[in-house]
């Protein structure tokens, strides 16, 4: 094997192991929402409000969505273009 495919190799466990540990934190940030993680482990326990926790754990789950879809393109297990 020569340097190029060795390196691609690697960007591949790499991706792969970056989607497992983000599908790890989506999960994590799922079970906030359904009260099966407390929420005083979120956010330096600082959040009281409901609503407040609803929009930041929203975020949270968008922008890894977000991340988990660009890291799969990359990899190209997902169109990236129309």
């Known amino acids: 094997m020569n340097q190029i495919e060795l390196l691609q190799q690697k960007e591949?466990?790499?991706g792969r192991a970056l989607l497992i540990l983000s599908s790890l934190v989506l999960v994590f940030h799922?079970?906030?929402?359904?009260?099966?993680?407390?929420?005083e482990w979120v956010w330096a326990g600082k959040v009281q409000e409901q609503k407040t926790l609803l929009l930041l754990e929203t975020v949270s789950i968008s922008m890894n969505l977000l991340l988990m879809l660009v890291v799969a393109s990359k990899l190209k297990l997902v169109a990236a273009g129309m």
Do not use: H
Not at 30 to 39: A, D, E, R, S
């Open 30 to 39: 799922i079970c906030v929402l359904f009260g099966l993680v407390p929420q």
């Open 12 to 14: 591949k466990r790499f």
